[in-house]
């Protein structure tokens, strides 16, 4: 799968450099791409229709891997750092999956996934407050 996710993000890349209307695209004006690909997610899954839902997925996964690349090329954006933030996030809001946490209930594991991420905003507002204090 990392194979096939790398060629998809090369060819989006290459993509993005040759094509015109790739190249004339930015954040603001291709998320509402991103958000008609959702809705139309949403109305699979409301129909209950797997291989629309499938082919609407894919969809959403190539326009947010576009976006991604549009930040990149625009804001300086690094797409493997984004991807190992958000794992790294995975893996501290879900400490009963991957720590030791223990969480019976769905209702345990989304408490604990509350309180972690309460835990992330404290520090962020801890580190911004002693960054301006400096």
Not at 7 to 17: A, G, L, N, V
Not at 18 to 36: I, R, T, Y
Not at 99 to 119: C, F, N, P, Q, Y
């Amino acid at each position: 799968m990392k194979d096939l996710v790398e060629q998809f993000y090369k060819d989006i890349k290459r993509s993005r450099e040759a094509c015109p209307w790739a190249k004339g695209q930015s954040l603001e004006n291709f998320f509402g791409e991103l958000k008609k690909e959702i809705d139309e997610a949403q109305l699979a899954i409301d129909k209950n229709d797997m291989a629309n839902l499938k082919e609407e997925l894919g969809d959403i996964f190539w326009d947010a891997l576009f976006m991604m690349v549009i930040a990149e090329d625009e804001k300086g954006f690094d797409i493997k750092e984004m991807i190992e933030n958000a794992h790294k996030k995975l893996l501290r809001r879900k400490p009963h999956v991957f720590g030791s946490a223990k969480a019976e209930t769905k209702e345990e594991a989304v408490r604990l996934w509350d309180e972690a991420k309460k835990r992330e905003k404290r520090r962020s507002e801890e580190h911004t407050s002693e960054l301006q204090s400096h």
